[in-house]
């Protein structure tokens, strides 16, 4: 997997957490990704390199706890991986990958995230989704809390998902019309890791919606 991240959560309701990753993503935002600067890794469709986004002197000035406890903290090299992570916890709850997403996610997260994929695994679904554009990534907060270091990331991303029925459908019986769904969302992801502690990976911490 492209990234060390590992994932943690403060005190979020399961089904809230499934709520926001798996609902949310079809919530409709007015600013989209490609209309910003491309800051994330291409995936296996998209050649173009991203570029990376300035960090504003708010966000700089947020960070000096966590650079005093831990002064190796690079903002842009933790935004890259947040953006990995980010993917591949959105592709991995699609396609039901528990292996991808269990070193990703702490346990009471990870229960969470497995209980939506049981759900779909009992309607006898599967899903695919696909980034349109490399998803924006901008670093809102970092900060030392205690022994844990805190960061905050919104994340913007216009995706594409793709669901077959248990008959293997692929479309509404109904209208005919194709299962598959192109939404945008608007999302703060927030990441945690135990400062000094010989695992240097971050794990996410809480799934919540972010303004456009």
Do not use: C
């Not at 599967?126 to 905050?152: C, H, I, M, N, S």
Request: aromatic share 8%.
């Amino acid at each position: 997997m492209p990234v060390q991240f590992q994932v943690v959560v403060f005190a979020f309701i399961a089904a809230f957490v499934l709520f926001q990753l798996y609902n949310v993503l079809g919530k409709r935002v007015g600013r989209q990704p490609q209309e910003d600067a491309k800051i994330a890794p291409p995936g296996p469709a998209q050649a173009e390199t991203p570029k990376v986004a300035a960090i504003d002197p708010a966000t700089l000035a947020s960070i000096a706890s966590l650079k005093a406890r831990d002064p190796a903290f690079d903002p842009a090299r933790f935004l890259d991986g947040a953006r990995q992570a980010y993917e591949t916890i959105v592709r991995g709850y699609a396609a039901g990958d528990r292996a991808a997403l269990k070193p990703l996610l702490k346990p009471n997260v990870f229960a969470s995230f497995e209980a939506g994929i049981a759900a779909r695994e009992t309607r006898g679904e599967t899903e695919t989704v696909e980034f349109l554009y490399p998803p924006r990534a901008d670093l809102e907060g970092a900060v030392a809390e205690g022994d844990k270091a805190v960061a905050k990331v919104r994340f913007l991303a216009e995706l594409r998902s793709r669901v077959t029925k248990a008959s293997g459908e692929t479309a509404d019986a109904t209208t005919g019309e194709p299962l598959v769904e192109e939404r945008r969302t608007a999302e703060h992801w927030t990441f945690e890791r135990t400062l000094g502690a010989a695992d240097p990976n971050w794990v996410l911490a809480r799934v919540e919606p972010a303004n456009a």
